[in-house]
T-cell receptor, first 116, second 117 residues
Framework: AQTVTQSQPEMSVQEAETVTLSCTYD???????LFWYKQPPSRQMILVIR????KQQNATENRFSVNFQKAAKSFSLKISDSQLGDAAMYFC?????????????WGAGTKLIIKP | GAVVSQHPSWVICKSGTSVKIECRSL??????MFWYRQFPKQSLMLMAT?????????EQGVEKDKFLINHASLTLSTLTVTSAHPEDSSFYIC?????????????FGSGTRLTVV
């Protein structure tokens, strides 16, 4: 069974600086999807970024980018120019291409604190 | 973009009563709905997966008779917590599978905080 590990329960960063959140996963599959979701204090889950495993190019969305290392099964999220609004729980998630139910497998989450 | 409306956002009920939580996909058809439970400072725990017109598939350890899920249409899924007890107090989130825009994959409701007293 696939697992997702987020080894950093909490991270803090100074406003305007860069922070990297780590995520590793375990799978025997070659094709899958990886996601980073943000859950702010409102608790609304928001998709930050998505990566297809077959794509070698790292996904980017404005200040958010990933470092996808398929061989190492690593999927870290880099947030550049951190803003106060980035403060949230961040969850890494995995989805198997083979799963007909499209279920997500979630990491434990990392709480990101932004220091003004 | 794809929107899932979840109601109520919070509810307090007495022990032994039932509570219904609704999730509506407003601008797309949700063929699959996921129901999660989230404890404070923890990750999402999948309770069940429902496909429109079919019986829900419950995760191991989730009581199907306590947590009734109905997905009768492509735009509405409901979770009913029957005979609620204080240990059912939690944050419940629905997520619909969508195929629109950047949210391709999953759209989440805003969650329901259930408190059983």
């Amino acid at each position: 069974a696939q697992t997702v590990t987020q080894s950093q329960p909490e991270m803090s960063v100074q406003e305007a600086e860069t922070v990297t959140l780590s995520c590793t996963y375990d799978t025997s599959e070659s094709d899958y999807y990886l996601f980073w979701y943000k859950q702010p204090p409102s608790r609304q889950m928001i998709l930050v970024i998505r990566q297809e495993a077959y794509k070698q190019q790292n996904a980017t969305e404005n200040r958010f980018s990933v470092n996808f290392q398929k061989a190492a099964k690593s999927f870290s999220l880099k947030i550049s120019d951190s803003q106060l609004g980035d403060a949230a729980m961040y969850f890494c998630a995995y989805r198997s291409v083979m799963d007909s139910n499209y279920q997500l497998i979630w990491g434990a989450g990392t709480k990101l604190i932004i220091k003004p | 973009g794809a929107v899932v409306s979840q109601h109520p956002s919070w509810v307090i009920c007495k022990s032994g009563t039932s509570v219904k939580i609704e999730c509506r996909s407003l601008d797309f058809q949700a063929t699959t709905m996921f129901w999660y439970r989230q404890f404070p400072k923890q990750s999402l725990m999948l309770m069940a997966t429902s496909n429109e017109g079919s019986k829900a598939t419950y995760e191991q350890g989730v009581e199907k008779d306590k947590f009734l899920i109905n997905h009768a249409s492509l735009t509405l899924s409901t979770l009913t917590v029957t005979s609620a007890h204080p240990e059912d107090s939690s944050f419940y989130i629905c997520s619909a599978r969508s195929t629109r825009g950047f949210s391709y994959g999953y759209t989440f409701g805003s969650g329901t905080r259930l408190t059983v007293v």
